[in-house]
């Protein structure tokens, strides 16, 4: 399974960027799929994360400012990412649960880096 992750980049604070990550490589289901960001010297943690009925959770510091979203015939997830703030700086990781029954397993994408700096 692959996922490949783009759309990063330099932006000014109150600024906006979209985030794309597909999953290719697999017959099997791709079940949640969510971004997770890690700024230096800091954890990797969750962004948001959504399930295959579109039902969706943030981390309460983006929440009202980043939507996360879905394209199943594409295996694709989206991160629209508004009025962003310094502190949103860091390398985003998009991940997959994949699999059925007995199996899954969890995939990541290389990360894209997202910089918020006037």
């Known amino acids: 399974v692959q996922l490949q992750a783009s759309g990063g980049g330099l932006v000014q604070p109150g600024g906006s960027l979209r985030l794309s990550c597909a999953a290719s490589?697999?017959?099997?289901?791709?079940?949640?799929m969510g971004w997770y960001r890690q700024a230096p010297g800091n954890q990797r943690e969750l962004v948001a994360v959504i399930g295959t009925g579109d039902n969706s959770n943030y981390a309460r510091s983006v929440k009202g400012r980043f939507t996360i979203s879905r394209d199943n015939r594409k295996n694709t997830v989206y991160l629209q990412m508004n009025s962003l703030k310094p502190e949103d700086t860091a390398v985003y990781y998009c991940?997959?649960?994949?699999?059925?029954?007995?199996?899954?397993?969890?995939?990541w994408g290389q990360g894209t880096q997202v910089t918020v700096s006037s």
């Open positions: 991940n997959a649960d994949v699999g059925s029954g007995s199996y899954h397993g969890s995939y």
């Open positions: 490589g697999t017959r099997l289901s791709i079940n949640a």
